[in-house]
Nanobody
């Protein structure tokens, strides 16, 4: 089992920045990759960014490229999402996810099933 806890969400004005954190605990040695997803009201959950746990390969949704950066601290078992130049359309509940079965290449096939999910953290961007 892997337990994920997100933090860092909040209210920010358009153009501002936030950094989300996702701390993993439990069988963290089994993690292949971690990702961030988001779900806005009335919309389906969508992929945001992912990172492989060993090599650090990253992959982003087109909508956030150049504005968001995913990173990880293996020693702390934590993944981060630095969000800059935020827009009102970035408003959503942000979830982190971990893969332990698919493999590190899930970062380029993020629609594949992820094994563990956090509870989510709300990000609200005001115009």
């Amino acid at each position: 089992q892997v337990h994920l806890v997100e933090s860092g969400g909040g209210l920010v004005q358009a153009g501002g920045s936030l950094r989300l954190s996702c701390a993993a605990s439990g069988r963290t040695f089994s993690i292949n990759a971690m990702g961030w997803f988001r779900q806005a009201p009335g919309k389906e959950r969508e992929f945001v960014a992912a990172i492989s746990w060993s090599g650090g390969s990253t992959y982003y949704a087109d909508s956030v490229k150049g504005r968001f950066t995913i990173s990880r601290d293996n020693a702390k078992n934590t993944v981060y999402l630095q969000m800059n130049s935020l827009k009102p359309e970035d408003t959503a509940v942000y979830y982190c996810a971990a893969d332990v079965t698919y493999g590190h290449t899930i970062v380029v096939v993020p629609s594949s099933p992820w094994d563990y999910w956090g509870q989510g953290t709300q990000v609200t961007v005001s115009s």
